[in-house]
């Protein structure tokens, strides 16, 4: 999981190291390639030019900010893996009990969701939900149990 700033738009991962970085977005039309441009990069120089720093990034992880907060106050991004017990859990037979169910959330018919191989719901404020990781870095939070 990673701090996003508070008008972070996206994040996604770097193509030169894997580190995580939010900003801006920029595609290039012509070669595809996927930017994020850091708020806090760009500046002016000794010589008062202003210059931009961008960051390829590797296109499948880039998420966009959801505008939604969990229980902590951090901002949730699309790919975010949340867990929460608003919904209970699924049995997988369509039987619903209570305790805690984990979600990834995507971007879906224009719209933020909480996702899951049994269940999808639209994303809302919710104080009880709690990012604990995301697709990418731990896709293994989402595996059957």
């Known amino acids: 999981m990673t701090n996003i700033s508070e008008r972070a738009l996206y994040r996604g991962k770097r193509e030169d190291n894997g580190e995580w ?6 595609v290039n039309d012509i070669t595809k390639e996927t930017y994020i441009i850091p708020q806090y990069l760009s500046i002016y120089n000794e010589e008062a030019t202003y ?10 992880t880039v998420g966009q900010c959801t505008g939604v907060k969990d229980k ?3 901002i949730i991004m699309e790919h975010d893996i949340i867990e929460t017990p608003k919904y ?19 971007y879906e018919n224009g719209t933020y969701v909480l996702k899951n191989n049994q269940r999808t719901f639209p994303l809302r404020p919710d104080y009880t939900a709690e990012i604990i990781g995301n697709i990418h870095d731990n896709p293994d939070l989402m595996e059957e149990k």
């Open 21 to 26: 970085v939010d900003g801006y977005l920029m």
């Open 51 to 60: 210059r931009v720093y961008a960051f390829e990034v590797i296109p499948d």
């Open 72 to 74: 902590r106050k951090v």
């Open 88 to 106: 209970g859990r699924e049995n997988g037979k369509g039987q619903n009990y209570s305790g805690k169910d984990r979600f990834v959330v995507e």
